[in-house]
């Protein structure tokens, strides 16, 4: 074999293992989103069992390779008791507001008013904006009606809102979510930040 056809072997073999070492990195990049959707399957069939479970990771794998979807960018930690915490202070807040909701229909009906009220977050990241959505529409009497990215400001529509004084309580309650899925799992700087805010 000449010089240059191993010379022109060796570059496509360079050329393979950059590209394998890149799918590699992106498919770790990419696995979070994709154990996610994995268990979002198993919920929507509330089956999780190990077939239904694979079935929905080659479905999810299929999805993530077919669809260039943006990557979710883990901090990295993962505070466990901080999130045993938050998930009793979450169920605490839908109990609450679901009684709340069900004397605002029995005993105010029509009377009840509402508003839009914009919640500025701390966190500009997509994934916790969006966790803090989600959370905050779980929890029975505010929805989100709009997401502003730039300026990482959730617009929701909140039952039982008529001062400026309830908007601002909903609000600092909006933003105590929002630290609490801080101290689970959002980033160092972030953490940081609200530990001198508290301070």
Same mark, same amino acid.
């Given at each position: 074999?000449?010089?240059?056809?191993?010379?022109?072997?060796?570059?496509?073999?360079?050329?393979? @293992?950059?590209?394998?070492? #890149? %799918?590699? *990195?992106?498919?770790? /990049?990419?696995? $979070? +989103?994709?154990?996610?959707?994995? =268990?979002?399957?198993?919920?929507?069939?509330?089956?999780?069992?190990?077939?239904?479970?694979?079935?929905?990771?080659?479905?999810?794998?299929?999805?993530?390779?077919?669809?260039?979807?943006?990557?979710?960018?883990?901090?990295?930690?993962?505070?466990?008791?901080?999130?045993?915490?938050?998930?009793?202070?979450?169920?605490?807040?839908?109990?609450?507001?679901?009684?709340n909701v069900f004397?605002? @229909?029995?005993?105010?009906? #029509? %009377?009840? *008013?509402?508003?839009? /009220?914009?919640? $500025? +977050?701390?966190?500009?990241?997509? =994934?916790?904006?969006?966790?803090?959505?989600?959370?905050?529409?779980?929890?029975?009497?505010?929805?989100?009606?709009?997401?502003?990215?730039?300026?990482?400001?959730?617009?929701?529509?909140?039952?039982?809102?008529?001062?400026?004084?309830?908007?601002?309580?909903?609000?600092?309650?909006?933003?105590?979510?929002?630290?609490?899925?801080i101290k689970v799992?959002?980033?160092?700087?972030?953490?940081? @930040?609200?530990?001198?805010?508290?301070?």
């Amino acid at each position: 074999m000449t010089m240059p056809a191993v010379s022109n072997r060796r570059r496509k073999l360079r050329h393979v @293992a950059a590209v394998l070492r #890149r %799918r590699r *990195r992106r498919f770790m /990049v990419e696995l $979070p +989103l994709i154990v996610g959707m994995t =268990l979002l399957w198993g919920a929507m069939w509330i089956d999780f069992s190990a077939g239904n479970l694979v079935f929905g990771f080659l479905i999810s794998l299929g999805i993530v390779s077919a669809f260039r979807l943006p990557p979710v960018h883990l901090s990295g930690r993962f505070n466990l008791w901080q999130a045993l915490l938050f998930i009793v202070r979450f169920l605490g807040n839908v109990v609450v507001a679901s009684m709340n909701v069900f004397a605002l @229909a029995v005993f105010r009906g #029509r %009377r009840v *008013r509402s508003a839009i /009220v914009g919640v $500025p +977050l701390r966190s500009h990241n997509d =994934l916790m904006v969006t966790l803090v959505a989600h959370t905050l529409t779980l929890i029975p009497g505010s929805v989100v009606v709009e997401v502003d990215r730039r300026s990482a400001i959730l617009y929701m529509h909140v039952l039982d809102v008529d001062t400026d004084e309830e908007a601002e309580a909903f609000r600092a309650s909006a933003r105590a979510t929002e630290a609490g899925l801080i101290k689970v799992m959002g980033t160092r700087a972030e953490l940081d @930040a609200l530990k001198k805010e508290d301070a």
